[in-house]
């Protein structure tokens, strides 16, 4: 199938299918540099948009102005450390879901993941509620985790709703969720976006010892997460953007505790890389769940941001937001 999906894909856009990658688009926001006509740009991106800005001021370090990186990722992770840390980001933000749930006469039970687990179990039995498959219901339990709306209450017992309404037998709710989680995330050009910037893919072999070993490790996503690894095996490879070997300013790092679309691990990871650059960074963390902590919690995460992008100097300490 991911042989096929990428046969039609590739031709359907060819010659220019790996030109959709963090490289190309980093050459984008240099055309428009060059177009407005201005010494140099302020960046900032959220997760992939985050990549890119990286890449742009790895390939034009003397056109960045500023650079604000929210949830993001570093340049060459593997395929395979990319969905770990996004099944890892999953499971924490289930977590949190479940706590909070519980702490607030949750529509699941006393045991919202055990309820989740059994949700699971019916759909990879063929039983989903409202014919949902594992993967459509992994898919609509991390967008509503990664997008939440409303508050993290409203959300979380939102969230749950659905999910009990399914378990009875009334899966409405649960299929917005997935009409939901389909536009949000899984269009044709994320597709093709995700296996351009998808490099040192596993081989399929591997993807089949990920699917014994991870479920083990992440009971709810882990099958999903080592499946997800299969759609760009057959995608024609291209080079990873290399990192910055010298940055001319100082980076605002942003991340979130509980991310269920990149995970929370990359926030360390590119603070090593801009000490690798030569610069320094400060970090805004934020203890909730969502991706985008500039997004989702404004209030605390705004001002050093707004301090930076005036002044180019960063907060004098690190900033961590409470959920």
């Not at 969720?177 to 998808?198: H, K, M, P, Y």
């Not at 596993?202 to 996503?221: C, G, I, M, N, S």
Request: negative net charge.
């Amino acid at each position: 199938v991911a042989t096929s999906a990428t046969t039609d894909c590739t031709d359907s856009i060819a010659p220019g299918e790996s030109a959709y990658d963090n490289a190309h688009s980093a050459e984008d926001l240099e055309r428009l540099r060059s177009t407005w006509d201005v010494p140099a740009l302020a960046v900032l991106g959220i997760g992939n948009g985050a990549q890119i800005a990286l890449a742009y001021a790895a390939s034009h370090p003397t056109k960045v102005a500023r650079l604000v990186l929210d949830s993001p990722l570093p340049l060459g992770i593997s395929a395979e450390a990319t969905a770990e840390q996004r099944v890892k980001g999953q499971q924490a933000a289930l977590d949190a879901f479940a706590a909070q749930c519980v702490a607030n006469n949750c529509p699941l039970g006393p045991d919202p993941k055990g309820a989740i687990d059994g949700m699971l179990a019916e759909a990879r039995a063929g039983r989903g509620a409202g014919g949902a498959s594992t993967a459509g219901l992994v898919e609509s339990i991390t967008t509503a985790l990664g997008y939440p709306r409303g508050d993290g209450l409203a959300n979380t017992l939102s969230l749950a709703g659905a999910l009990a309404a399914a378990r009875s037998g009334d899966a409405t709710a649960l299929n917005a969720l997935s009409a939901t989680a389909e536009a949000t995330r899984q269009t044709d050009g994320q597709f093709v976006n995700r296996c351009d910037d998808s490099v040192n893919r596993p081989t399929p072999d591997r993807v089949r010892e990920l699917l014994v070993a991870w479920p083990k490790k992440y009971p709810q996503f882990g099958a999903v997460g080592a499946l997800s690894l299969a759609p760009c095996l057959s995608w024609p490879s291209s080079p990873a953007p290399a990192a910055p070997k010298e940055l001319k300013v100082p980076v605002l790092l942003l991340g979130t505790h509980n991310d269920a679309i990149v995970g929370g691990d990359g926030v360390a990871a590119v603070a090593a890389m801009a000490i690798n650059a030569g610069t320094n960074s400060r970090r805004v963390m934020w203890q909730g769940t969502g991706h985008g902590t500039l997004v989702y919690t404004t209030a605390c995460a705004l001002p050093p941001v707004q301090g930076y992008l005036n002044t180019g100097k960063l907060p004098d300490t690190d900033t961590f937001c409470p959920a």
